[in-house]
């Protein structure tokens, strides 16, 4: 009886641990007022840069206006929300809440990836901002 109640608890140890560190899925919502779309992209797994500044990369095409973001935070998150673009000044300001389906999180730091759609960029903007933190920018922001 206490060994198939240790194989149990193994089993689920196993099965938290690996819906931790996966934690991938992808998830996309519209948005309102400047954010018209945004798509969680899910988890990369580790993050692997010296810094943990958030990298932001505009895409190739005019229209729609599409950033990809990726960003550092605490292994296990599954799921994303609350997406918000704003504009502050000269910073396009990109934010998104992290959560773990299952409660679980690991004290590591992960790679999150998402998209932001948005419906215009005025030309003043030369910063973004993620979850409040600078972020690196990836080629240009205007085209």
């Not at 689920?12 to 560190?21: E, G, P, S």
């Not at 954010?35 to 580790?46: A, H, K, R």
Request: hydrophobic content about 35%.
């Amino acid at each position: 009886m206490e060994g198939n109640l240790r194989l149990r608890l193994a089993a689920l140890a196993a099965i938290a641990m690996a819906a931790t560190v996966t934690g991938c899925g992808s998830r996309s919502q519209t948005g309102t007022g400047l954010l018209t779309e945004f798509e969680y992209l899910g988890c990369e797994g580790d993050w692997n840069e010296e810094t943990y500044a958030p990298e932001v990369a505009r895409s190739e095409s005019a229209e729609p206006i599409s950033f990809l973001v990726r960003n550092a935070d605490t292994c296990g998150y599954d799921t994303a929300d609350k997406p918000e673009a704003e504009l502050d000044g000269d910073t396009l300001e990109l934010r998104y809440t992290l959560s773990s389906s299952g409660g679980y999180v690991a004290a590591c730091y992960c790679e999150y990836r998402a998209r932001f759609v948005v419906s215009a960029l005025p030309e003043g903007i030369r910063k973004v901002s993620v979850n409040g933190d600078d972020a690196r920018i990836k080629g240009t922001l205007h085209r």
